[in-house]
């Protein structure tokens, strides 16, 4: 490969200016100028495909609509009501709370598609509720709330998946089923790292709620466990898209909030739009970026260049996916999860192809991978943000969330060698494969 | 006639950027009605629609290019921040100067480009509605405009050791 050429002018570029600070989605578009500049081409290329990009990626309509009913849905706190229903549920056991919080986050998974929606809306709740009277540690409340809200997006719906469809062209509704075992996979992990921890540390158990008061508890989470019904029903009922699914979503956390909580009107309601609008703009550019980038990478054949490689590698399906997951997991340490999904998953999927890997599983998978990196430091998103609503130190937290993140990556290697965890379900509802 | 005063200036940019905000906010929203509307005619009036699809793509198209040229605070970008929050905020200002002005100048170098390209889309239409290809493509143009003219605040701001103002792990939605 030539050190000097378009291309890799291009990629310094983009790595300069992102190093130095400049949003990626402007980077990437930086550097797509400078390489039709110099290859000598047409500079409304990057225009172009940005342009048509977004006006054909329909699909990704789903991901504000999912933004704006992931805020909707923390406004209305119908969250709130299902701790009860959890505590119900699973309270009874050694380490009752920690377990509540896993549970709570899968019914949320079936809710939103964002583990970052997931611990704003039930993260303070959950660490307050497990931190009261000094009954759990801080740091161990804060790293099991984060490494929960990590189900979110792998339980459908689910916000990188529609990503990952845009960019190997498979369907949404498949890639989220895909995601349904694989998630309940990585909860029964937490919950046994929990249990572990739980005799361990002598965690308190809660006191059994009578059975005369479930009846109650239900009815008052049922608004929130509705959704996933709704979501989920509508989806593989045949009845909506799962585009048009997230637009219901919206419309009925809106009504719930309304009209059954009514816990919010018109002022709250504007800035919940103007927070998921501006969401929108933020993934939006970095997803036109991609676009622009994209665009050059084809053009240099690079995710055939890979390939070529690859392929004098020898490699089997196995061993590919090996080092495709451990390069995701050091990238997650360092970078963001959409950049990764948009940027380096493309470079793969033709060798994933070629290799016959179905990339129905091939998505689940590297989403589960880059999904764990919201948890790994030094760059772990979620990590942050537990750190600040809890007020733990990171250093802490990053100690306590090392068994989850241990028990996570060999739910990983369960789903990465044995295909059917992902595409049984995809299969029973259709799925060719 | 005199010169408006600086605070009347702030006023009215601030004004600008409420209305920025609401037209971001309305194309979320019109963009959700879209697909209410088609719910809604093909269940209940049994009337599938065509044209929701196709406007639902220009409102996130524009909500997009739109947003990031009027609405985004800095501290809401996607950024590579792992590195770059580790610094002072005077070493964060020269960065801002320095990516800034690459920033800018390849803006400007494809800009008549991207303008000539835009235009010459005047012969061609949307599928379904029939709307100007060159109107719905031209929140590019606006687009590269604003951020030109937004970098160059940013290198004005680094130059006096001002850095944007950031705030580490914002902007990612998943």
Redesign the interface.
Known sequence: MNLFSPFAMAIY?IAG???????????MI?GS??Y??LAGL???T???Q??NG?????V??A???F??SAELMNLSKMTDHLLGFCDMLVGRFKGGLGHINVVQSIIFSGMSG???ADLAGTGKISIDMMTKNNRYPVSYAAAITAASAVIG?IIPPS??MV?YALISDTSVGYLFIGGVIPGFLMAFAQMGVNSYMAHKHNFPVEKPIPIREWPGITWKATPALLMPVILLGGIYGG??TP??A???A??YAYIVGIFWYRNFGWRET?GA??T?????????????GALAFNYVVTVEQIPLFVKGLLAGYDLSPGWFLFWVNVILLLLGC??????IILVILPIFIPTAVALGIDLVHFGNVAIFN??IG?ITP??G?LL??VSSISGAPLRHIIRDSMPFVFAMIIALIIITYVPETVLWLPKLMGYKG | MTLPSRTQLVEVLRWLRRRA?DV??F???A??MC??I??VAR?VFNYPLGWT?EV???F??W??????AF???ER?????????SSMSEKT?AR??V???I??IV??V??M???Y???TFLKVEKTAYLGIRLDY??SI?VVF?IA?IVRYSVLVYDGLKGRA?D?Q??S????
């Open positions: 570029t200016l992102g190093l130095l600070g400049l949003p990626i989605g402007y980077s930086a100028i400078l039709l500049l047409d500079l409304a990057t225009a172009e940005v342009l977004l006006m054909s990626s329909y990704l309509l991901v504000p609509l933004l704006f964002s583990a970052i997006p916000i990188p990503v009845v909506v585009t048009e997230a637009a219901v919206a419309a504007h739009i103007l998921s609008a501006r969401q929108t703009a933020s993934i939006g550019m970095l997803i036109a360092v970078l963001e999860g959409t950049t880059i999904m919201l030094p760059y998103l942050f943000i | 905000d971001c906010g194309l979320l929203v963009m959700f697909f209410m088609q719910i269940y699809d639902s793509v220009i996130w198209t909500g997009t290019l739109f947003g990031a609405c985004l605070r809401e970008e996607v950024r590579f921040d792992i590195f770059y964060r960065f801002a320095v990516t800034g690459v920033f390849l803006l170098i494809a008549p480009a991207v000539k390209y835009v719905v493509y590019y590269s951020a944007p950031i580490v792990g902007g990612s939605v998943i």
